[in-house]
């Protein structure tokens, strides 16, 4: 636009070509420089320049942009606050503003949006890194350039820990794009405030609204604070991303570097030009008093909101989309080896955040509890004091699911409690003795929300004097998943990081001593974290083109790693070093062979005992030919064991022996020293699940479906009882599993049932009398409907 005959001719040493917009609070020039160089000058208006709190303000905002240098904001060149007029010379970027462009265009497609994402969090990381918080992201001030988005306008922005300026009886900053804290409490914002604006922006630029839209700025803040974000429209993952971005409370948002991970293993594919964009609510600008107008609308003025300082909006002939058009071929370049991350599949979770020792746990009443005589007949240890029989049903994870609870896992810490979860019910700690729900962990921000749990190393399990923290993996999105660390003794959260989910990964992270161990966001390495802050201590890069899961056997990381794009491929076993994460090779085995842990320093395979017999394998029924023991040394060569009769089910190391558990009922042990067979059981119980030993080995508990538990002396296989049934078994297949916390039992059986047993009085005659309870459930003697085929 030409000047107009009040504007000034010359400003510092610029002179001045023409107006690019005005704000409520200053007009942007075009200006030349002596050199010939084009800048953006905001020129404050008059009626402000004698407002010492807004000079203050303009001061702060020069001394912020000065921080900031990157390829995503706008440098600054020159300013002079204290002139007549305050005026600030920046670097000028041709290109309309994002609102421009949208009141132009219509929303953006997901490839286009992803790219506007990426650039955004490039641009908040650099204005993040020297301590700014920008505190007003909206589309008015992003820069639409032909090499990416420009982050301008740092009129409400603030240094971390300075005193912030308001006026008096005023909010800053634009309600639709506001964070909760800002209205809340403004003296407390963070870098999480941009966050939360971020994907306000990312919503409105996708849908053409924003997701707290109300019918007047009251309205909208109230609905920022208090209610639900309308994400209509927004399609997955990126609806994940944002509902991940948009919670209330500014600790549990994703840290700029986690959201850019987020976003950077988003592959959307290119789409059909998008239809035009929907009408626009005008949303007053409480910083600039303009309102934005949609572009084309006879009878309205085609001004776009230009807040306090900084925004340079071009003129409309700049060519917009070939601006994210261009930078495409980079990024893409950039993420080409990414690995992409698909859910399902279980993801377990350790409960130890450490091996310190000390008094026993003070945190809840389980923490406390002082154990009892153990009783004639038992396990050999004592329970605690108060123990009764008890049943509990966790429930699921989104109050609103009306599908079955799946499989649930639970672990000991130690103390007389138990942490339980699974992929769709949310973590929860128990006390052993009555099943009293101690804690609950928060409702997931997302939905759906997951948090799964179990432990990885059944066959050595820790036994500490103080358990800290419970480690648990939240899915967010079907891309977005992260590592949280509970603490143990009240569920509150102590960190969160991004965290990578193989698509057929269903380890568990590694925790040994004080590090956690888990895969990267990105898949292409393995990351060791404190466990007390998530501070990352090493990584360790995964061999080129494989994917690497790492887990803890005998209190050492080890890893597997495979082709994610080659079914057929072998498995890659590696070793860690728990100081700096070097990564030893330590063998290379087809798909046929199934890792059960470490026996006497060697860690055991069970072989499978014929190829491609992946679907049997999958329901705990394939056969097995041999155990192949791998020192991790490296000193003695892999060293296999025929296994005499080609046992069935499913192989668990528990000490020195293997046992086969066949889901139909069969139960053998093999010594894992020899190969030898000591014994094979017909239990007569369908559904079988992961069995668990007694102290000194001398008992197997080995639970079904139906909730019954068998109690097999492990050096003879002898029944030395049988528990009752606890209902029929369930018409769709779902793990069980058994653990031992003191002298009792804590079971898992199906729909998210839970429940304790005490093996010294299991409430039923040994020698496979029937209990009591009545003949067993219809369908017990009969197997159940198969599992799903995991990938």
Known sequence: MSLAADDPQVIGEYRLLGRLGTGGMGTVFLGRSPSG????????????????????????????????????????????????????????????????????????GDVELRLLGLGLVEALRDIHRVGVVHRDLKPANVLMAADGPRVIDFGVSRAVGNKPITVTGN????????????????????????????????????????????????????????????????????????????????????????????????????????????????????????????????????????PAVGDTPAPPSSPPRSALRSRSVRIVAAVALLLAVTAGGLVLSLPWGGGESGAPDAGGAAGSAPWRDPQPGGSGEALPTGWRSWQTTL??????????????????DGTAAVHCGGRSVRTVRLDAATGTVLWRAPQPPTAPGTREIGDSTPSAPARLARATAVFAVETLSDAAHRLVALDSRDGRRLWHRPVGRPPSGTDAPAVLGGLVVAPAADLRAVVARDTATGATRWTSPNPAGLTCVPYALGGKPYGTCVDPDDETGDRTYVRYSPDDGRRKTLAAYGRDHD???????????????????????????????????????????????????????????????????????????????????????????????????????????????????????????????????????????????VLRVGGGLVVTGAGGTVFSLDPADPGLRPGGEEPPGGPPPPGEN?????????P
């Open 37 to 108: 160089r084009e800048v953006a000058v905001k020129v404050i208006h008059e009626q402000y320049s004698a407002d010492p709190d807004f000079r203050a303000r303009f001061r702060q905002e020069i001394a912020a942009v000065r921080r900031v240098s990157g390829a995503f904001t706008a440098s600054v060149l020159d300013a002079d606050p204290d002139a007549v007029r305050p005026w600030m010379a920046t670097q000028y970027v041709p290109g309309p503003t994002l609102a421009q462009l949208l009141d132009e265009q219509g929303p953006l």
């Open 171 to 306: 909010v800053m900053g634009t309600p639709p794009f506001m964070s909760p804290e800002q209205l809340n409490s403004p003296r407390t914002v963070g870098p999480a405030s941009d966050v939360f604006s971020l994907a306000t922006l990312l919503v409105y630029a996708a849908v053409g609204h924003g997701p707290f839209d109300s019918d007047s700025p009251f309205m909208t803040a109230y609905a920022v604070v208090h209610e639900r974000p309308v994400l209509d429209g927004v399609r997955e993952p990126l609806r994940g991303i944002l509902e991940y971005c948009l919670v209330k409370e500014p600790e549990e948002r994703p840290e700029i570097a986690e959201l850019g991970t987020l976003l950077r293993r988003w592959r959307p594919e290119a789409a059909p030009a998008d239809a035009p964009g929907a009408a626009r609510r005008d949303v007053d600008d409480p910083d600039t008093m303009v309102v934005r107008r949609g572009a084309g609308q006879a009878g309205r003025d085609d001004v776009p909101a230009v």
């Open 395 to 412: 429930p699921p994870a989104d109050s609103g699911a009306t599908g079955p609870v799946e499989e649930v896992r639970c672990t000991a």
């Open 595 to 737: 890792r059960l842990g470490v026996s006497q320093g060697l860690l055991v395979f069970a072989r499978w005992g014929r190829a491609g017999d992946a679907a049997q394998h999958a329901h705990h029924e394939g056969s097995y030919s041999s155990l192949v023991l791998v020192d991790p040394a490296g000193v003695r060569a892999p060293r296999a064991l025929p296994l005499p009769g080609t046992p069935q089910g499913r192989p668990v190391l528990r000490g020195g022996t293997v046992y086969f558990v066949h889901h139909w009922g069969t139960v053998s042990a093999y010594d894992a020293r020899t190969g030898s067979r000591h014994w094979t059981r017909e239990t007569g119980v369908r559904g079988l699940g992961a069995p668990e030993t007694g102290p000194g080995d001398a008992t197997l508990y080995v639970p079904s479906l139906s909730g019954r538990v068998v109690a097999l002396n492990s050096r003879t296989g002898e029944e030395t009882w049988r528990s009752g049934h606890r209902g029929a078994p369930p018409a769709a297949y779902h793990g069980t599993s």
């Open 782 to 790: 009969t197997p159940p409907p198969p599992p799903p085929r995991r």
